[in-house]
């Protein structure tokens, strides 16, 4: 997911670059398609948890609480800060600056992805079975 934030912001270099394209409207452009990203990846997460919920007969409200917030939050966190930097990577090579992104700006999401899937294997499946005994 980071890899499809990051090329939609080299899509839309591409882009006012070779077309002309002023910087401000492929910087809007950009913009609207993290936005649609992240509002289709909500809508997504929620009829996933809806069908499950309906499926396995557990309450919407526990699996979100159980299965999806304990490593969603810093997943949807780091998506969001790989977007921020995208952005910004973006405005700065539309003003002629930097052509590569710094270490910062994809180490740290990539970090945090890495500890989302560390919360989703190790802290998810206990919390859960917790709930199921009790």
């Known amino acids: 997911m980071l890899l499809i934030l990051w090329l939609v912001a080299v899509v839309w270099l591409s882009v006012a670059l070779r077309a002309s394209l002023p910087g401000?409207?492929?910087?809007?452009?950009?913009?609207?398609?993290y936005l649609f990203f992240f509002l289709k990846e909500i809508i997504r997460i929620n009829?996933?948890?809806?069908d499950f919920s309906r499926v396995s007969r557990y309450?919407?409200?526990v699996i979100l609480s159980r299965l999806v917030l304990p490593h969603g939050l810093v997943e949807?966190?780091?998506?969001?800060?790989?977007?921020?930097?995208a952005l910004g990577w973006l405005k700065r090579?539309?003003?002629?600056g930097r052509l590569f992104p710094g270490s910062r700006a994809i180490l740290l999401p990539a970090s945090l992805i890495l500890l989302a899937a560390a919360i989703e294997a190790l802290v998810t499946p206990y919390l859960f079975e917790i709930y199921c005994a009790g």
């Open 24 to 33: 401000k409207r492929a910087y809007r452009w950009a913009l609207f398609c």
């Open 93 to 96: 090579s539309l003003r002629g």
């Open 59 to 61: 309450p919407y409200g």
């Open 76 to 85: 949807f966190t780091a998506l969001a800060l790989g977007a921020f930097f």
């Open 47 to 50: 009829y996933a948890i809806a």
